[in-house]
């Protein structure tokens, strides 16, 4: 199925009939939850990422990876429950949009990162011990990348609506 027949079926999905129903004030109130969504996703990743570079060492990156994984994966779902519906509204009319097609890919590239990172000895080696020099700079590389994919994602979906 090409993009153009998901969206048109997304559009005229169940979905998409009860996000039209739900009136304009609804709209916003998920457009508002898709914001708080990433605004969560994005600000617990830019913590760890953050950290993984380099900054607050003195702090263990055991203690930032637990609250900040939790909170970004929650951030993650509450963006998907949101965007779904927001973009069912009128699915078709971001046909041929090409920011559609760079944010969608890019979040795919940020979760295989993370799924990538979390499946590293040195990921696994952060809870019971303080890192090597080269393992702090692989994971210091999975952050970079990290906020590269992201970055783009978030641009790319802003830039949605004014195409």
Request: net charge positive; hydrophobic share 55%.
């Amino acid at each position: 199925m090409d993009i153009a027949h998901a969206l048109t079926w997304l559009e005229h999905s169940p979905l998409g009939a009860l996000a039209r129903s739900l009136g304009v004030w609804s709209y916003g109130i998920i457009n508002l939850a898709h914001i708080l969504g990433i605004t969560m996703l994005f600000g617990a990743i830019l913590l760890l990422d953050l950290r993984l570079l380099g900054a607050w060492r003195s702090i263990p990156l055991s203690a930032i990876s637990r609250p900040a994984t939790t909170v970004a994966m929650i951030g993650f779902c509450v963006a998907v429950m949101s965007g779904l519906p927001m973009l069912s509204v009128k699915s078709t009319d971001y046909i041929g949009n090409p920011f559609l097609l760079i944010k969608f890919p890019a979040i795919a590239l940020a979760l295989a990162n993370v799924w990538l990172v979390h499946r590293t000895e040195a990921w696994r080696a952060h809870r019971t011990r303080d890192l090597m020099p080269a393992e702090n700079r692989r994971l210091a590389v999975g952050a970079i990348l990290s906020l590269t994919f992201w970055l783009t994602a978030i641009t790319a979906g802003r830039m949605i609506g004014y195409w």
